[in-house]
């Protein structure tokens, strides 16, 4: 079954805005991953974030962690039209090394 | 050079014949992945190889069966295609287990 769902589903902003999306998961987690996905390309490794960890920086990107909340959010700042992509959050559970991807969140940066 | 690699990209079929497709990794990774992404994105995991042992083995039907015969190339083989078959299909590779994974550009694969 799914475990991380993303929302929004579809989100639009203009170039320079930041772009913030939010994944919710069931159960608890070892660890959470940000996927980036562009039309018609393979999945490409953005952040892993750890269970005991509360933030991530990456370049432009941030991410966090709730663990109470089973929630993490990722932020995207001063978006580029290359920003356009699908993003994925993943999520793996103790106990088992099965990878779960939620359905994604498609970003449109428009010039 | 490419990391992760699969052939072909695009493979268009009948009903009920059999193809297979392949995926190579020069990452020296121990572990090795095939995903199903449908139409609407959603990625589903089917099986996964660490060190050429089978881990794991999710709710796939029996016409599908992976091999690897080292631990740089896991191919997949599907038998007696369906129209359901009709999706992405992805290899990807990592370090070892729950580490960050890394893709190949995807088969699309359609089934007539």
């Known amino acids: 079954s799914q475990q991380g769902e993303e929302d929004p589903q579809a989100l639009s902003i203009q170039e320079g805005e930041n772009a913030t999306m939010n994944c919710s998961y069931k159960t608890s987690i070892n660890n959470l991953q940000w996927y980036r996905q562009n039309s018609g390309r393979g999945l490409v490794h953005l952040i892993l974030i750890r269970s005991n960890e509360r933030e991530k920086h990456s370049g432009r990107l941030r991410v966090t962690l709730d663990t109470s909340k089973k929630s993490s959010s990722l932020l995207i700042t001063a978006s580029r039209a290359a920003d356009t992509a699908s993003y994925f959050c993943a999520t793996d559970v103790p106990g088992d090394y099965k990878l779960s991807f939620g359905a994604g969140t498609t970003v449109t940066v428009r010039a | 050079d490419t990391a992760v690699s699969q052939t072909p990209k695009y493979l268009v079929t009948q009903m009920g014949n059999d193809k297979s497709i392949k995926c190579e990794q020069n990452?020296?990774?121990?572990?090795m992945y095939w995903y199903k992404q449908d139409s609407k994105k959603f990625l589903k995991i089917m099986f996964s190889?660490?060190?050429?042992?089978?881990?794991i083995n999710e709710t796939v039907p029996n016409r599908f069966s992976p091999k690897s015969p080292d631990k740089a190339h896991l191919n997949l083989h599907i038998n007696s295609l369906e129209l359901g078959d009709s999706a992405v299909y992805f290899c990807?590779?990592?370090?070892?287990?729950?580490?960050?994974?890394?893709f190949g550009p995807g088969t699309r694969l359609t089934v007539l």
């Open positions: 190889y660490n060190n050429k042992e089978l881990i």
């Open positions: 990452l020296g990774h121990d572990t």
């Open positions: 990807a590779s990592s370090q070892s287990m729950n580490n960050e994974q890394f």
